[in-house]
């Protein structure tokens, strides 16, 4: 069925004013800091725990590292999403921006360590570059959710 460009405008805007009312009310109810804290160490805790279940590759198991890299990064993308659509309070929102760009920019080290490896590069030599990743401990520490650091 073809549709004319009207009824396309009117969904389109229909679909844009839906999302501004989902996060204006969702701006509008943001979580105490205490609820806030539980849940974001809920979510981290998870992660945390499934980032555990990863195997350990012996060396020489490029392949297991890969895989496991790959699995960490899924699980890493997967926890900031989550954490994302937690609202925090005022007072913690600065903090917590700060400790999503920081893991955000952890995945990203994390990939470009991972491509390079995918490329030839040893997996140890490959694993020094995440040195660069920044540290989240000192964020999520004063947020009171030190499960969110790994």
């Known amino acids: 069925m073809i549709r ?3 009824w396309f405008c009117v969904v389109l805007a229909a679909s844009v004013a839906g999302s501004s009312l989902a996060a204006t009310a969702s701006a ?3 979580l105490t800091a205490s609820a806030y804290r539980g849940k974001a160490r809920s979510l981290c805790t998870v992660a945390k725990h499934a980032a555990a279940a990863l195997p350990t590759p012996k060396y020489g198991e490029t392949a297991v590292v890969i895989k496991s890299w790959q699995s960490m990064i899924t699980i890493e993308e997967t926890e900031i999403a989550a954490l994302k659509r ?3 309070p005022a007072t913690l929102a600065p903090l917590v921006r700060e400790g999503l760009a920081d893991k955000e920019k952890q995945v990203t080290v994390f990939k ?3 491509a390079k490896m995918q490329a030839g590069t040893p997996p140890l030599q490959a ?3 995440i040195a660069a990743a920044p540290d989240d401990l000192r964020v999520w520490t004063k947020i009171g959710v030190a499960a969110c650091q790994y």
């Open 86 to 88: 937690l609202t925090p």
């Open 4 to 6: 004319s460009p009207l």
């Open 127 to 129: 694993a020094f570059l």
């Open 28 to 30: 509008a109810h943001p």
């Open 112 to 114: 470009s360590a991972l």
